[in-house]
């Protein structure tokens, strides 16, 4: 249990049991890839932050755990697809779904995981949640395809790809916030600093993992460095790179984001550092991270409190 998981220790513990039962099915090979997906581990922040939140709220219910269970489900299933479009082969340290059992397994072992997570949002039977959660999935589906369309293309703005990263992955940092306030009964003032401060960690969690295909290492990491420049993805250090770059530097980068070509990484890497690319990208982080802080005001001061403080913290910190 890391420290970021104390405050809610016991309530984490249930979380991590109810998803391995709703893992359940009659298909062998869907608990297989379930499992073998779950087990991995993985930060679970998203989970994490419906606990924290809820109870920082005051809530004393139980379906908090369900609405974690139901978020760590969405995200897992779009973990799934998103290796088999991006055709990853290393998460988490491990071989991918797609890379261990092939292509169609995962892409529909994660439809049963959507589809498990919507029956779960059935059964709590809250109108405002299921409306929440559904917006959510759908958004993410569209920042993914947009993510699609954009890639090994070099003209990219800034601002497109800040989009896309606050629809493919602030979107449920922020859905997980706001379901809890839900429960939690929050006034509007507290459920608009929840979802905000859940947008604001994501984003600041999406552009961290960005530099990090920059200047992480692969072991800490658990996937491969470059795999973005290989799917020609134009991210927030490539942008500002091309920006701020000699004209060769420029056209080093674009044709390499065109091609897909992973080669060009240590010339790449290089020309990252030499225009300060991931500082930038990293700054960028560093505003996300101090936006969500001032959303925690409007929260009464507790150990819940103090913990959500130290989550968006961590999604600048981290290092993996």
Same mark, same amino acid.
């Given at each position: 249990?890391?420290?970021?998981?104390?405050?809610?220790?016991?309530?984490?513990?249930?979380?991590?049991?109810?998803?391995?039962?709703?893992?359940?099915?009659?298909?062998?090979?869907?608990?297989?890839?379930?499992?073998?997906?779950?087990?991995?581990?993985?930060?679970?922040?998203?989970?994490?932050?419906?606990?924290?939140?809820?109870?920082?709220?005051?809530?004393?219910?139980?379906?908090?755990?369900?609405?974690?269970?139901?978020?760590?489900?969405?995200?897992?299933?779009?973990?799934?697809?998103?290796?088999?479009?991006?055709?990853?082969?290393?998460?988490?340290?491990?071989?991918?779904?797609?890379?261990?059992? !092939?292509?169609?397994?995962?892409?529909?072992? !994660?439809?049963?995981?959507?589809?498990?997570?919507?029956?779960?949002?059935?059964?709590?039977?809250?109108?405002?949640?299921?409306?929440?959660?559904?917006?959510?999935?759908?958004?993410?589906?569209?920042?993914?395809?947009?993510?699609?369309?954009?890639?090994?293309?070099?003209?990219?703005?800034?601002?497109s790809y800040l989009r896309v990263i606050d629809k493919k992955t602030a979107v449920l940092f922020a859905?997980?916030?706001?379901?809890?306030?839900?429960?939690?009964?929050?006034?509007?003032?507290?459920?608009?600093?929840?979802?905000?401060? !859940?947008?604001?960690?994501?984003?600041?969690?999406?552009?961290?993992?960005?530099?990090?295909?920059?200047?992480?290492?692969?072991?800490?990491?658990?996937?491969?460095?470059?795999?973005?420049?290989?799917?020609?993805?134009?991210?927030?250090?490539?942008?500002?790179?091309?920006?701020?770059?000699?004209?060769?530097?420029?056209?080093?980068v674009a044709n390499a984001i065109r091609a897909g070509d992973a080669s060009q990484l240590q010339n790449?890497?290089?020309?990252?550092?030499?225009?300060?690319?991931?500082?930038?990208?990293?700054?960028?982080?560093?505003?996300?991270?101090?936006?969500?802080?001032?959303?925690?005001?409007t929260l009464p001061e507790s150990t819940y409190s103090k913990a959500m403080a130290e989550v968006a913290?961590?999604?600048?910190?981290?290092?993996?």
């Amino acid at each position: 249990m890391s420290p970021l998981h104390q405050a809610v220790e016991g309530d984490f513990a249930a979380v991590n049991q109810l998803i391995l039962e709703k893992l359940h099915s009659q298909v062998d090979l869907v608990e297989n890839i379930g499992h073998y997906l779950i087990e991995a581990g993985g930060k679970r922040l998203r989970p994490l932050m419906v606990l924290l939140s809820a109870k920082a709220l005051g809530y004393q219910g139980k379906q908090h755990l369900d609405l974690a269970a139901i978020i760590e489900f969405i995200h897992t299933a779009t973990l799934l697809h998103d290796d088999v479009v991006d055709m990853s082969n290393l998460r988490r340290g491990r071989p991918t779904a797609n890379a261990q059992w !092939g292509n169609a397994p995962s892409v529909l072992v !994660g439809d049963f995981l959507y589809s498990r997570a919507f029956q779960m949002m059935v059964a709590i039977g809250n109108m405002e949640v299921m409306a929440i959660l559904s917006n959510a999935t759908n958004t993410i589906s569209e920042g993914e395809v947009e993510q699609l369309v954009n890639a090994r293309n070099p003209d990219v703005s800034e601002a497109s790809y800040l989009r896309v990263i606050d629809k493919k992955t602030a979107v449920l940092f922020a859905a997980a916030c706001e379901v809890a306030s839900v429960l939690g009964q929050a006034g509007d003032d507290q459920r608009s600093a929840l979802k905000a401060y !859940g947008h604001h960690v994501g984003m600041a969690f999406q552009l961290v993992d960005d530099a990090l295909d920059y200047t992480g290492d692969a072991a800490t990491l658990g996937k491969n460095l470059g795999d973005d420049l290989a799917e020609g993805k134009p991210t927030l250090p490539l942008i500002h790179a091309m920006q701020k770059g000699t004209n060769a530097q420029r056209e080093l980068v674009a044709n390499a984001i065109r091609a897909g070509d992973a080669s060009q990484l240590q010339n790449i890497l290089a020309i990252a550092q030499e225009t300060k690319a991931v500082d930038y990208t990293l700054e960028k982080a560093r505003e996300q991270v101090s936006l969500a802080l001032r959303q925690l005001e409007t929260l009464p001061e507790s150990t819940y409190s103090k913990a959500m403080a130290e989550v968006a913290k961590f999604s600048l910190a981290r290092t993996f």
